[in-house]
């Protein structure tokens, strides 16, 4: 078994927004406090639920101090600015730009390097995190995972799992499209926190293999279940936890 700091199951899809939604808003204000002066506090985002779906519902007053905030996606499709696949403009539209002051930065897209420039935009972003994070993680990441155990964009056997440097190229991604930027899985498993959030029926199989141990590979999500996460499924994602 792989050991958490949490695991909830809330009654639904719904339910793990309104639970997660408010507790990760709460701590990231705790956290913001507790920042020494001039530094604002790194968050890691993902697409999916989280962007789509969890965030939203959280546009609104809130204690967080947002001007002390800096967001970044832990993984991005690599298309144009401004298509409907990235997911910083989704989360953007859908809940950043309500938080005054916050600060997102954005991986590169193809329309500044080209659609055969991914590795020359990978190298650019991660000059970009020497330069802002060097070698720290994020201070907390609210992420959501696939129904194959993957996370940011890091599949089940592919060989960007393994790179040790912090921001990984995956030309060949299995979820279209296929071109994508990461942040590695040797930054996501030293994030300070980490929030899981996995609703659905199609996740069951691979949450309660990863809690129960499965290898990394199999199951990317793994990497990250330890004593510093917690996960929040709902009934049916749940059903083969032990
Ligand atoms: O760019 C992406 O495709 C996403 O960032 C991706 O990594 C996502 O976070 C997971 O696939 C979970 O997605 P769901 O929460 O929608 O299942």
């Known amino acids: 078994m792989r050991e958490v700091a949490e695991l909830v199951v809330a009654p639904s899809e719904a339910g793990i927004a309104s639970v997660l939604g408010p507790r990760f808003l709460e701590d990231l204000s705790r956290l913001v406090l ?10 890691g985002l993902s697409g999916g639920f989280v962007t789509q779906r969890l965030l ?17 996606m832990v993984d991005e499709r690599y298309v144009a600015a401004g298509d409907p696949l990235r997911n910083d403009d989704e989360a953007w539209t859908g809940f950043l730009r309500h938080c005054p002051g916050v600060e997102l930065v954005r991986m590169p897209s193809a329309d500044q390097y080209g659609a055969d ?25 609210l992420i959501g995972m696939g129904p194959d155990g993957h996370i940011c964009s890091l599949f089940p056997h592919h ?16 979820k279209p499209p296929p071109q994508r930027i990461t942040i590695s899985m040797a930054v996501m498993r030293s994030c300070r926190s980490l929030w899981l959030a996995a ?3 199609a996740k069951a199989g691979a949450i309660a293999a990863a809690l129960g141990g499965a290898p990394v590979e199999d199951y990317p999500v793994g990497a990250v279940l330890s004593p510093t996460a917690r996960v929040y499924l709902d009934g049916p994602a749940a059903r083969l936890v032990r």
């Open 34 to 43: 507790r920042a020494p002066a001039g530094r604002r506090v790194d968050v």
């Open 56 to 72: 939203p519902g959280l546009v609104g007053p809130s204690a967080v101090d947002w001007s002390r905030v800096r967001v970044w």
């Open 117 to 141: 420039g991914l590795e020359e935009a990978a190298a650019a972003f991660a000059r970009t995190w020497e330069r802002l994070m060097g070698a720290r993680s994020f201070d907390t990441a």
């Open 159 to 174: 060989r960007a799992l393994d790179s040790p440097g912090p921001v990984v190229r995956v030309p060949d991604s299995p």
């Open 199 to 201: 609703p659905g029926a």
